[in-house]
């Protein structure tokens, strides 16, 4: 089954982790979608790819968000997505990641930032998602607990 891991920020550990806190006002700092077999969709200011994460995805700071509405098939097509979106070598969606503090919804097909491409890569699946206005680790966190909680 799928799941989206969504990262809760530890101030701590970083002055980026930080800077996320402020501009997006949210205690989560990072989303990936990670496929059946482990592979995830990795997208941090340092390093961009489909790839299994090394270190996993048990630790404390990780909550998983399963996905069981989406069927083996959706997840087929939704990991060939990924892979053409990663085919053309992306950049970090700086710009955009931070443009929702501000009001702005802007989007660039070359580049992307965490939260931007799980929703791209869920929209057509999770209908829900396409409401969010700025997909921030945080609102596609509530988003997605939200419909969850719903089905149980």
Known sequence: MMYVAVLINDPDRSIFASLVRVFTKSIATHVELVFS?????IVTPSW???????????????VKIPLDMISTTDEFYIRKY??????KNP?????GAV???FGSSRQNASK????????????????????????TPDALWRTLSEIVDKKQ
Do not use: F, H, N
Request: hydrophobic share 35%.
């Open 37 to 41: 077999d482990g592979l995830a969709t």
């Open 48 to 62: 961009m790819e489909l790839t299994k994460r090394k270190d996993g995805y048990s630790s404390y700071r990780w």
């Open 82 to 87: 990924a892979e053409e979106i990663y085919s």
């Open 91 to 95: 950049k970090y969606d700086y710009l």
């Open 99 to 101: 443009s929702g503090y």
């Open 112 to 135: 992307w930032y965490c939260g931007e491409l799980v929703v791209e890569l869920l929209r057509g699946y999770i209908p829900k998602l396409q409401e969010i206005s700025w997909a």
